[in-house]
């Protein structure tokens, strides 16, 4: 976190002395070296480890995609946060550390998922001055830190700003994104791919948001490919948990805005608590109307339209359907991205996307290969954390400017 001229506020209680040594977020504090033998002096170094690692993990998220203009205007917000936890912190004159490192690890992930874990010997090492990203990442630093952070709610209840400039015949039906770049935003950034990850679902989260605003039916957004699965284990294990957690901690805001929900691709290699996760958004938000949020989640064009081919192939076997009634229209019903049921209730209802965004490359890697047929592109020049509001409505504005001819003469 960052600090004002008073110095460490967390340390004020346990540094009665002259200053010794730096704290974790390099400022002057004495609780890091104090070797007393009494309860109370031992207790605050221990908290003061537990803390600090909680609190830079926390302070990472912040700062990691905060432009450098707006980290001035964020301090008053972090020092009032410390003065938040200062009570927290006081316990440790009259309680073990253990205590202490519980109740500070629950004041700072309120509203998060994970556990709080009690402080042990370890947590009394020193933090060194300089050089301090590990080499491996955070082990530890960063458990029961989720992609949801406080204040979810407050942002979607703030709508962005209306797009003015286009009339609602501007405005793409079906928006479908390549949501790519995450680890290397974290790697560039000497940050765990994890936390890449978590800003993905964040930058997500505003697109959403942004969509329902304006006007678009349709946002298909590519979450996990067929070809993910030749990752390491311990990344495609990951990105199944913040899924999950995904799926199940943003389910309320999804019904609150009105999204419903679906999920294509091959959901039987996934694990049992996704399944289920998906299972839960689709089920409590089937009523909604206002867009649909279409997840491929173990999804590959080509495999899709092979699927496609076997069904169509069975059904003039079984005699069900006839060869010369095959056409591109019939074989597009047999696609995953098709609703049967929306296409003859809603007048809205779009397979083909109308705008397809992809972030860091400039390829389609598999994503909806049929369906994309006439769709128009826009690559952005950014990594997918990094992609927001601003982006998005430039992708809006280059759309309005396309002259769509499906091959004809305009």
């Not at 540094?15 to 504090?29: E, G, L």
């Not at 605003?213 to 495609?236: C, D, K, M, P, Y």
């Not at 965004?357 to 994503?367: A, K, W």
């Not at 759309?399 to 003469?409: S, V």
Request: with cysteine; hydrophobic share 35%; charged share 25%.
């Amino acid at each position: 976190h960052r600090m004002t001229t008073r110095g460490c506020a967390l340390h004020a209680r346990f540094a009665p002395s002259p200053p010794s040594s730096r704290c974790a977020h390099r400022q002057p504090c004495a609780t890091t070296r104090a070797t007393t033998t009494t309860t109370t002096a031992a207790a605050a170094p221990r908290a003061h480890s537990t803390m600090h690692r909680r609190l830079r993990g926390e302070t990472i998220r912040r700062r990691a995609d905060t432009p450098s203009s707006s980290r001035d205007r964020g301090v008053s917000d972090d020092v009032a946060s410390i003065d938040s936890i200062e009570p927290e912190l006081a316990k440790a004159s009259s309680t073990g550390a253990g205590d202490v490192a519980r109740d500070v690890g629950s004041s700072l992930e309120t509203g998060s998922r994970g556990t709080s874990a009690s402080a042990s010997s370890s947590d009394v090492e020193d933090v060194p001055d300089a050089g301090w990203w590990p080499s491996g990442g955070f082990p530890g630093l960063l458990d029961g830190f989720r992609a949801i952070p406080r204040g979810a709610h407050s942002r979607w209840n703030s709508p962005p700003t209306p797009l003015r400039e286009l009339d609602e015949t501007q405005v793409p039906k079906h928006i479908a994104i390549i949501m790519d770049g995450n680890s290397r935003w974290a790697e560039k950034r000497r940050l765990p791919r994890t936390i890449g990850h978590e800003r993905g679902v964040n930058a997500l989260r505003q697109v959403v948001r942004c969509c329902g605003a304006w006007g678009v039916r349709t946002l298909t957004v590519f979450a996990f490919s067929h070809e993910n699965w030749g990752r390491n284990a311990s990344e495609v294990d990951e990105l199944m948990a913040l899924l999950e957690t995904a799926m199940r901690d943003e389910l309320p805001l999804l019904v609150e805005e009105g999204v419903r929900v679906e999920v294509i691709g091959d959901l039987n290699r996934v694990n049992e608590g996704l399944r289920d996760a998906v299972d839960r958004a689709m089920t409590a938000t089937k009523d909604n109307d206002k867009m649909r949020l279409v997840v491929a989640l173990s999804y590959g064009g080509r495999q899709d339209i092979v699927e496609a081919a076997k069904q169509v192939a069975r059904e003039v076997a079984a005699g069900k359907l006839s060869v010369d009634d095959v056409n591109e229209h019939t074989f597009s019903s047999y696609l995953s991205t098709y609703d049967k049921t929306l296409a003859s209730s809603d007048i809205h209802f779009a397979q083909a996307p109308d705008l397809l965004i992809r972030t860091s490359e400039q390829r389609l890697s598999n994503f909806l290969l049929w369906e994309l047929a006439y769709t128009e592109l826009y690559f952005a020049n950014m990594m997918w954390p990094e992609f927001g509001e601003a982006e998005l409505r430039r992708a809006l504005h280059a759309y309005a400017k396309r002259d769509r001819r499906y091959g004809g003469r305009s």
